[in-house]
């Protein structure tokens, strides 16, 4: 079992406000992972990390930053809220082991709603 | 371009019964790895299994099994004598360096009692 850990699990939030998304894992794993994923769809990714102080964007261009800061912290941020972030973020990680990535484990998810 | 497809969108079935989820990929490579993920109503992402290209052998997992075939380009997921537990949404992803995960849209099985 992975562990992995974001918080919150639900925010609803009003237009404008900042928000900050948590994403934590005690695996040691280098590389980091946010998808968004809208009800009933499939992930895009939008961010990730391969360690401190790296940080990319993924397939799905978002209004959101990153950053890393500490290898198990990858926290996601939002300076200004709107109704067309409402949507499910996923936090994932993995390790580079024997020469190749291994697989991907993803923490419970932060849904998000924005008035 | 490398892409995945789940072209059943919902499938319904009563318990007992067995239900296979389909998933068809494309990639130019010739290493590449395969995922079958659980998402549950609660929302989080399970991981079930990862297959590399150079391993074509099935699995059996309990009531779960899976099929991979190189030469349709398919890795399918069976579950056998299906529970209401295992409704959720069934993901399939593909990757070819093992860490930039391609989904396709899912497909949610809804077991009735």
């Known amino acids: 079992e992975a562990d992995i850990y974001q918080t919150p699990r639900y925010l609803v939030i009003g237009t404008g406000k900042k928000i900050t998304l948590e994403c934590s894992q005690t695996?040691?794993?280098?590389?980091m992972y946010w998808y968004q994923q809208d009800p009933g769809m499939e992930l895009h990714l939008i961010h990730y990390s391969y360690g401190v102080n790296s940080t990319e964007k993924g397939d799905l261009s978002s209004e959101s930053t990153v950053s890393r800061i500490r290898t198990e912290h990858f926290p996601l941020t939002l300076e200004s809220a709107r109704p067309s972030h409402t949507s499910q973020y996923l936090c994932?990680?993995?390790?580079?082991?024997?020469?190749?990535?291994?697989?991907?484990?993803f923490g419970p998810g932060t849904r998000l709603l924005v008035l | 371009a490398q892409k995945v497809t789940q072209a059943q969108t919902e499938i319904s079935v009563v318990e007992k019964e067995d239900v296979t989820l389909d998933c068809v990929y494309e990639?130019?490579?010739?290493?590449?790895?395969l995922f079958w993920y659980k998402q549950p109503p609660s929302g989080e992402l399970v991981f079930l299994i990862r297959?590399?290209?150079?391993?074509?052998q099935n699995e059996i997992s309990g009531r779960y099994s899976w099929n991979f075939q190189k030469s349709t380009s398919s890795f399918n997921f069976t579950i056998t004598a299906s529970q209401v537990v295992d409704s959720a949404v069934y993901f399939c992803a593909l990757s070819e360096v093992a860490d930039k995960l391609i989904f396709g849209t899912g497909t949610r099985l809804q077991v009735f009692p």
């Open positions: 297959r590399n290209s150079f391993d074509e």
């Open positions: 990639t130019r490579d010739t290493t590449y790895y």
């Open positions: 994932a990680s993995t390790a580079f082991s024997s020469g190749r990535w291994e697989t991907q484990y």
């Open positions: 695996m040691g794993h280098d590389k």
